[in-house]
């Protein structure tokens, strides 16, 4: 199963701010439940629809493989890290969805202590989080046990991420779920950014580079409207000075896309001027920004 489905689980619970005060009249009451059911069936639908849209973090490994990139560690967010997003649930939970895609990356790379750390530090999260029997330790065992096997690895982490829906769906907790998957969307698209970004200049032609990079390039290009629904997730959640910045940044975000004019050059046969990272500069910046916000 793609590990996108197990974010679609996740994330088909919706979050919406819960306004009900006291001394208001039975109509008006009434009034404001209804609007609070329609906003949920709103955010309901976006997510639904993102979830579709957004690549599998599981392809990643194998495109890294077409293009020949190098590890690079620096793509990472530190786990040393992990302690100063405790006392804030937002910073916990956007960070819980970086480190879960970072898992990934490395497993990719067969980097096996690195990854289980990384599903530690995952664990010291959600259990502040109080997402309770997720990341407990008989997943981490079996975990590092499997870490040479993709495939195991995609059967634990999909069981991990419906344990961890299940728990945040009963217990109401929905914003946290749009959080995690926040963090762990810009993340990959990050890692993706990144690989191209730091991809040598000095080893082949231009043409030639970008033709081995096209299948990452392609993936980046490709999110434009997943970028698009991620903002108006979150801008269904309670705004945080940190969801509102994250916000405000991927509306810039949806505005670099726009420039590149994607569709019209494909239609025009012209899909060669967008497959460039020259393209991407802009992205990338914001991107990086992004999830420096995010990791801060």
Request: charged fraction near 25%; glycine fraction near 4%.
């Amino acid at each position: 199963m793609k590990i996108t489905r197990y974010f679609c689980i996740l994330f088909t619970a919706t979050s919406v701010i819960f306004l009900l005060g006291c001394g208001k009249s039975a109509s008006d009451k009434e009034k404001e439940s209804d609007e609070f059911d329609k906003a949920q069936e709103r955010l309901q639908s976006q997510i639904e629809d993102l979830v579709y849209k957004i690549p599998d973090p599981a392809e990643i490994p194998y495109i890294l493989q077409q293009t020949g990139a190098d590890y690079n560690a620096s793509l990472l967010n530190p786990t040393t890290k992990a302690d100063s997003y405790l006392a804030r649930s937002d910073k916990a939970a956007l960070n819980l969805g970086v480190y879960a895609t970072d898992i990934g990356y490395l497993s990719s790379y067969e980097k096996t202590q690195e990854a289980v750390d990384y599903m530690n530090t995952c664990k010291k999260l959600a259990d502040n989080l109080n997402i309770i029997g997720t990341f407990d330790a008989s997943l981490v065992e079996r975990f590092e046990s499997n870490i040479g096997h993709k495939d195991s690895i995609a059967a634990l982490l999909n069981t991990t991420m419906n344990k961890t829906e299940s728990f945040l769906k009963n217990d109401n907790r929905r914003e946290l779920a749009a959080q995690v998957v926040a963090g762990s969307f810009i993340e990959g698209l990050y890692i993706s950014t990144g690989l191209v970004k730091s991809y040598p200049k000095d080893i082949l032609p231009n043409d030639s580079r970008n033709l081995i990079l096209t299948p990452l390039i392609q993936n980046i290009l490709n999110q434009r409207a997943s970028v698009s629904e991620v903002r108006k997730m979150l801008g269904d959640v309670e705004q945080t000075e940190e969801i509102a910045a994250i916000s405000s940044d991927l509306q810039q975000l949806e505005e670099a896309y726009s420039k590149l004019n994607i569709e019209e050059q494909i239609r025009n046969n012209r899909a060669d001027l967008v497959l460039s990272d020259a393209n991407l500069v802009e992205i990338t910046a914001i991107v990086e920004r992004i999830r420096n916000r995010i990791t801060a």
